[in-house]
């Protein structure tokens, strides 16, 4: 390789790569009490066993080139994340998911994949939307409460400081599928503008009352991610 | 509840065996008195997780210390120690097996048991509570934790592991009777150590002796895997999810040291040598890799250059490696062509750190304590690694060490200085634009150990380490390229009394227990001046630990032979005193006693 081809393959981002498999997976039990970065090296670790055909990053530090679509806090289950990892050659997304499946530990699974023709923009941008459920005691009523104010002013941490911010305009709507211990909803989520659900929580309990104790110990699970933009939300899969 | 990295306490990693529990099964379950990330890259763990759940009637777990934040949820809500396999709390086991690699994690001994359930003392346990083992390299002198443990493995685990599970079977499948005719039957095994069965005797403050009860041998003798080639070595370790403090796969390349440097105990405790073919390493660095799906592998061993198949062990892997992007780490190289070549080749990231261990200031004190290197050589690794494109240095040196003066100390700054000026040499003799070299001085305090040619040697006290410290802090800080660090001295004030402590501070650790002590490995945590006022209190001084012995003296690791013989250890001291150095087993056998065993390079 010459240096113009190196330097190249070095900014070349992965979704400008030719062959992606973009895959849905679940986790949960042992492996949701990890970070982000941790799951990351779980998937690298497995796609290495796997021995796929990988594309690797250029550099220092090789590392398999992989991208997901949102980070995922340490304590959260998934049913609907996705991650796309870049193959040197066609794969068929079916035996991809065999392959990975055999070597991932229990608690993560990909679910489906399809493969992308080098998708014009990255997983991380398209996504513009999430669906989450919090089971907790009595949570639906407190979270409707949340849902029928003008503002929830809560503090986040932004850059090390506390900031007040009004997280209402980031919650889009209640799922009718929530029973009284469960609650679900939509909310943004992404890049531009994103709620997380421990962040929700605190706000839960800072204005209507609900106990910390209870919210400490609520099971969450992110349900789905959407891209395109509400109320015309798309599925991940097919976005490029 | 909340905890820092909760991750830690759920285990479900790639490779982790969880076998159905079963009425006729005996059930270990492995202890590391440490944190998860840091027992995981333990390889003796690997090694017997993978043994131990070999035969259908022998299971593994693993369990490991919470750390302060999950002890005090767990203490509070009356939640158990437990495994992570199948959460099962630690009393439910057959067997509660704990690794000692260092002595400052004693306490979290205390606390994995207490939380577990299961008698602190050995005295205490009843015939249904597990059998509470310990191995490691710590064994050698296990006399200031004996009252806790039922049984202690002194050498290498991987025979006698199955041995002893064996005679636990039979006490099971009989019903659990008669605890004590057990811990007989166990003393038995060669390499097992039955503290119960060895009552100490102090004459005038001082260790005196034993009274060995009927049966159990004088002394106890060390355990070792003849041929490595023949054991079978971990291919499949359990893979950990979270940051673990070295996320890479280990192969180990031999055991033992030919070197014999005189403050080494690992040198002594792991003779003889015994390597490892080229061939079965090689079949074995390939399968870790793909079963693990790691990125890099480090070779393991107290001297990697000292590997006579090196050469080509390191060509066939790299060979492997360099289409999967994976890469060697190579501690512990003695620096020449060779390993720079080496190091070139088998990493692909930046150019890393060089490494030395000169441990001594001067060629004097060197002599004394047998370390096999000289200025010269050091000055010739180090040219050609700065013509080579190196900058970064770090040097390791002992503080303490016996014989030693302030000029032995003063000589550690003036070698530093001596390869801040070889640096600024060699760019100009080669025209190379020089960097802003780093040059890192590192000391950590010289603690006597047993089974150690200085075995007898008094420690230094705290107040002659902090002086010899801020000496050369002094003569170092005004040079910009050269940084000094240095280990917390009073933890290792307080590991000498362990290291060469006897039974009376059992009762010393107990009582630092449970007035809330626990992970004194973690200088956050060590309180000096607690531990001090507690030693005292049961009418101990730290000097009658430390204050050193006549080699006439009964020592407490006297009931302990790890196969070379205090009359070698004896002759070494001589020898120290006299500067004079001892040739490499591989150049010349000097008779320490080893050869007993029949393996490895003896004659
Ligand atoms: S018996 Fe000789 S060769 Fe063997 S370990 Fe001892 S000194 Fe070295």
Redesign the interface.
Known sequence: MNVEEQLKQMTTKLHQHEYVCRGLFERR???S???H??LK??F??????A?LPLL?TQG????PMLEFALPLG??IDTEGDWVDVAMEVPLDPEEYVRRINE?????VRVIRAVSLDEPKKSLMSVVTCAEYRIEAPGITEALLNVFSLEHVETTKKSKGREVRTDIRPLLIKPLTSSTPDSAEYMCYAGSQQNLRPDVLLKAVCETTGYSSEAA?EARITRLALYGGNYPDITSIEGLT | ??VES??R??????N?IVKPITEDMVRTVFCFPDIYEIGMSNLALQILYKVLNGPEWSSCERAFSPWPDMDAGMRERGIPLYSLETRSPLNEFDVAAFSLGYEMCFTNVLQMLDLGRIPLRSADRKENDPIVVAGGPVCCNIEPMADFFDAVFIGEGEEVDLEFTAVIKKYKDGGKKDRKALLKELAKIEGVYVPSLYTPKYENGRFAGFDIEEGAPASVKKRIIKDLDKVDYPVSPV?P???VVH?RAYLELFRGCIRGCRFCQAGYLYRPVREKSAKTLCGQGISIM??????DLGLLSLSTSDYTGLHELTDNLLEDFSS??ESLSLPSLRIDNFALELMEKAS???KSGLTFAPEAGTQRLRDVINKGINEEDIMTSLKLAFEGGWSTVKLYFMLGLPTETMEDVEGIADLALKIERLYFDTMREIGAKPRKPEITVSTSMFIPKPFTPFQWEPQNTKEQFLEKQSHLRNLLKKHRNIRYIWHDVETSCWEGIYARGDRRLCDVILEGYKAGSIFDAWDQFFDYEKWTGILNSHGLKWEDYTQGWSTEDSLPWDNIDVGVTKAFLKREREKAYAETVTENCRSKCAGCGAACYKAGICP
């Open positions: 039990g042992a492996l009490y990890i970070g970065l941790d090296a779980v690298e670790r497995a796609l290495r066993r021995e690797y220092f530090n090789p590392r340490v304590g070597e991932l530990p229990e608690g400490a | 509840m909340s909760p991750g306490y759920v285990g479900g990693e790639k982790q893979v999810n979270n940051n996320d793909k079963n693990t799906g790691y990125d999967k992007h692909q990231t930046r």
